[in-house]
């Protein structure tokens, strides 16, 4: 906790955040909580130079933002059928989409159950 509070007190604070988020992860890491792969996809995306597979299904929705779900539907068990289920309830996910705060909102689908928060 000392070497925390001492480098926050060196560091500007805009740069507390970003330094908080990065022991954290070196924590649950050292924990062996940390999921590597989802940890990248979240960092970085869809970094594939692949063509997009299917078409995107809703215009609200970015290609980077598509590319991603299809990407993110192979990460593991819980993202299976993801796909299936955002096309069948996009009106749902724009919904959620549009929030202005949708990080403090339930996740549709019953995602905010199925998603651990590690």
Known sequence: MLVYDFTCMGIF????????????????????????????????????????EMKKPATWLSENGWKDIQRMETLGEVWTGFIDNFVKNKNEWKEWYDLEAPENAEIPCGYSQKLSKY
């Open 13 to 52: 604070e805009k740069h507390k955040l970003m330094y908080s988020f990065q022991m954290i992860t070196m924590i649950m890491d050292g924990d062996g909580l940390l999921n590597q792969v989802e940890l990248d996809f979240f960092l970085k995306g869809n970094t594939s130079l692949d063509p997009v």
